[in-house]
């Protein structure tokens, strides 16, 4: 079977999706076989898990000789935030107040600059004009979590408030965010796994998709619908535009993993081993 997706990607799912309701611990060997249902050898998933190690993500344990995997706190934070955007149904509603994020890195500093702008772009931040950020959303702890894990206290200033300048809100969201694309890929998507769906609820009902079959659909239904975390910036509903699909295409998201989820869990836990280490 060809690989499908990045190791290391394929592995943040499983965890984000599965291994994070069991504690975050997973023997190495669980992990290797859940894998291998989409291409992914021993070899690339050792040396994936062991990157996500050096990074910060996870830590490992040894219990005789295997070794587990749980995730760090930095790891479960997260995923904490990845779930609760993925499986949001609709738009949060706005308090009107606007969060920015203005920053001034030396140069010597240019690494850390651009880890920063991965981060906020990961969160929802925009880019409104040369190194300040604004997002409509109350992400003030996450930009405490990035100013203390990247000890930049002395680069970073950050306030909110409400919008006085001559253009609308709406115009500001036009200036820092390409929502025409977004909606464009929600389209895409719902397209796609319209169909999908249809035919998976069909055979499940008649017994004719097996538990493995169901784990596999089931990942990577997430696996490409957590990629909107990297583009949606989960704007309120009063500053998107009316014919949005992201809503849409989280109903069809709901609706689809939940005819997979029941047997789906049944193969993982088939697999599954945390070695009772509680961490």
Same mark, same amino acid.
């Given at each position: 079977?060809?690989?499908?997706?990045?190791?290391?990607?394929?592995?943040?799912?499983?965890?984000?999706?599965?291994?994070?309701?069991?504690?975050?611990?997973?023997?190495?060997?669980?992990?290797?076989?859940?894998?291998?249902?989409?291409?992914?050898?021993?070899?690339?998933?050792?040396?994936?898990?062991?990157?996500?190690?050096?990074?910060?993500?996870?830590?490992?344990?040894?219990?005789?000789?295997?070794?587990?995997?749980?995730?760090?706190?930095?790891?479960?934070?997260?995923?904490?935030?990845?779930?609760?955007?993925?499986?949001?149904? /609709?738009?949060? %509603?706005?308090?009107? !107040?606007?969060?920015?994020?203005? $920053?001034? @890195?030396?140069?010597? +500093?240019?690494?850390?600059?651009?880890?920063?702008?991965?981060?906020?772009?990961?969160?929802?931040?925009?880019?409104?004009?040369?190194?300040?950020?604004?997002?409509?959303?109350?992400?003030?702890?996450?930009?405490?979590?990035?100013?203390?894990?990247?000890?930049?206290?002395?680069?970073?200033?950050?306030?909110?408030?409400?919008?006085?300048?001559?253009?609308?809100?709406?115009?500001?969201?036009?200036?820092?965010?390409?929502?025409?694309?977004?909606? /464009?890929?929600? %389209?895409?998507?719902? !397209?796609?796994?319209?169909?999908? $769906?249809? @035919?998976?609820?069909? +055979?499940?009902?008649?017994?004719?998709?097996?538990?493995?079959?169901?784990?596999?659909?089931?990942?990577?239904?997430?696996?490409?619908?957590?990629?909107?975390?990297?583009?949606?910036?989960?704007?309120?509903?009063?500053?998107?535009?009316?014919?949005?699909?992201?809503?849409?295409?989280?109903?069809?998201?709901?609706?689809?993993?939940?005819?997979?989820?029941?047997?789906?869990?049944?193969?993982?836990?088939?697999?599954?081993?945390?070695?009772?280490?509680?961490?």
């Amino acid at each position: 079977m060809a690989k499908l997706f990045n190791t290391r990607s394929m592995i943040f799912t499983l965890y984000g999706d599965y291994v994070s309701q069991y504690g975050n611990v997973i023997w190495i060997g669980s992990l290797i076989r859940l894998l291998e249902e989409f291409g992914h050898n021993e070899q690339s998933v050792r040396a994936a898990i062991s990157r996500m190690n050096k990074q910060g993500w996870v830590k490992s344990q040894k219990n005789g000789n295997r070794s587990y995997y749980f995730l760090t706190e930095r790891g479960k934070a997260r995923m904490d935030e990845a779930a609760q955007r993925i499986y949001q149904i /609709e738009a949060p %509603s706005w308090d009107g !107040q606007w969060r920015l994020l203005l $920053y001034t @890195i030396p140069e010597e +500093k240019r690494h850390l600059r651009d880890e920063l702008r991965q981060e906020l772009v990961w969160s929802g931040f925009g880019l409104l004009s040369n190194s300040c950020w604004i997002t409509p959303n109350p992400l003030e702890q996450q930009v405490k979590d990035l100013i203390k894990k990247y000890d930049i206290d002395a680069y970073v200033n950050f306030f909110h408030g409400t919008y006085e300048g001559t253009k609308e809100n709406k115009d500001l969201v036009e200036q820092c965010w390409d929502l025409e694309a977004v909606n /464009e890929r929600y %389209s895409q998507f719902i !397209q796609a796994y319209s169909q999908k $769906y249809i @035919i998976d609820k069909s +055979k499940i009902e008649k017994g004719e998709m097996n538990d493995g079959n169901c784990f596999v659909q089931r990942t990577l239904l997430v696996h490409q619908y957590r990629k909107f975390l990297f583009i949606d910036p989960s704007l309120p509903k009063e500053l998107l535009p009316n014919n949005w699909l992201g809503d849409s295409a989280a109903s069809l998201f709901t609706d689809y993993y939940q005819i997979l989820k029941e047997p789906a869990t049944r193969f993982f836990e088939s697999v599954f081993d945390s070695g009772d280490i509680n961490v």
